[in-house]
Structure formats: C-alpha cells, structure tokens
C-alpha cells in the first residue's frame, strides 16, 4: 500500500491544528495492518495543536488496542484539551478489510472501480463530548482511501484518482483547501 500526506496550518499561522498519522505493524495474530489517523484540533492554533499532537502521541503508544478501546481511552487522554475529531482506518493487508471508526467531520472516501462511497462518521469530540462510537467494517481489496480534514472543502475523490498520489493530493488542496483553516489530506492507494 502507498500512502501520500499533505498537511498545512491556516493562513498567516505557523502552528498547525491538524495532524495525521501511518502506522504499520504486525498483529498479535501476526496479520499485517496500516492504521491511518487523520486528527483535527478544535480551532486552529497552538492549543488545537498540543491537542491533536497528544491524540497521535496516545495513537502511537496504543496502536495495538482494538479500535473502539482505542477510541474510548483516547476520549479520556484528552479531557482538558481543546479536543479533537478524528478518522481512524485500519487496514488488513491479507483480508482486504478496512476497520473506520469517526467521530465528527473528518471526511473519509473509498473509490475503486467498482464502488464509490463516504465513510460513515458519529457525532461528538473526543475529549468533550463523545456521545457513541461505531466501528464501520469495508471492503478494500483495491483503490483509494481519502481522508481529509474539514480545511479542505467538499469534493468528490473519483474526480482526482491517480496513480500520481502528490499531484492528486496538491490538486485536491489547491482546488478545495481554505485558508482560513488547518487543511490535511491522507491518500492511500491499495
């Protein structure tokens, strides 16, 4: 799997809200996985900064936990933060299966050729109000997994795809990316 990341603070700040994170590892059951967050700190600036570097620094340090674990503890790591929204994939190479857990608008997209959807995320902030967490099960066997902060306005990834995945990220930021917010774009293509 190939993965591309592009991330930028708002305009005229240098402190960046926004963060992202590729993890690979081998599974107690010894299967290879990917797991991919992408993490918005409320606001923008250097609080919204500390936050979204302590959910990645929480991420890392339990990348092993079960993704609703994960996302319960970390709920609880950020009491006291500004807090976050955050897309979390996992990837199973050898099953072709994707794991997505989201909580508030972090926007995730699956296009291959067959299929073209969004990811489906609850409501709520991690670190204050975290309301419910669902784990959202997909095939992906091939094709592009996009995930992007609400700093990038609305798009549709099947009007980028490319094997090029850095022209496909700029693209997408110069054509969508607002300045006045933190814009992060994770691409993966399977």
Do not use: C
């Amino acid at each position: 799997m190939e993965v591309i990341a592009l991330s930028r603070p708002k305009s005229g700040e240098e402190a960046n809200g926004d963060a992202y994170l590729v993890e690979s590892y081998e599974s107690g059951a010894g299967e290879e996985k990917v797991l991919i967050a992408v993490v918005d700190g409320l606001g923008h600036g250097k609080g919204a900064e500390v936050a979204s570097r302590t959910a990645l620094d929480f991420i890392r340090a339990h990348k092993y936990l079960p993704l609703k674990e994960m996302v319960k503890s970390l709920h609880i790591a950020l009491i006291g933060t500004r807090g976050v929204v955050i897309g979390l994939s996992e990837v199973s190479i050898p099953d072709d299966e994707l794991s997505y857990i989201g909580i508030g608008n972090i926007t995730s997209q699956i296009v291959n050729d067959k299929e073209r959807y969004h990811l489906t995320s609850m409501n709520g902030v991690l670190g204050w109000n975290l309301r419910r967490i669902k784990e959202f099960k997909y095939d992906f066997q091939s094709g592009w997994l996009v995930m992007n902060t609400d700093g990038i306005g609305r798009f549709h990834a099947y009007d980028y795809i490319s094997t090029d995945l850095h022209a496909m990220a700029s693209k997408i930021v110069q054509e969508h990316g607002r300045d006045d917010d933190d814009a992060t774009i994770v691409i993966a293509l399977k």
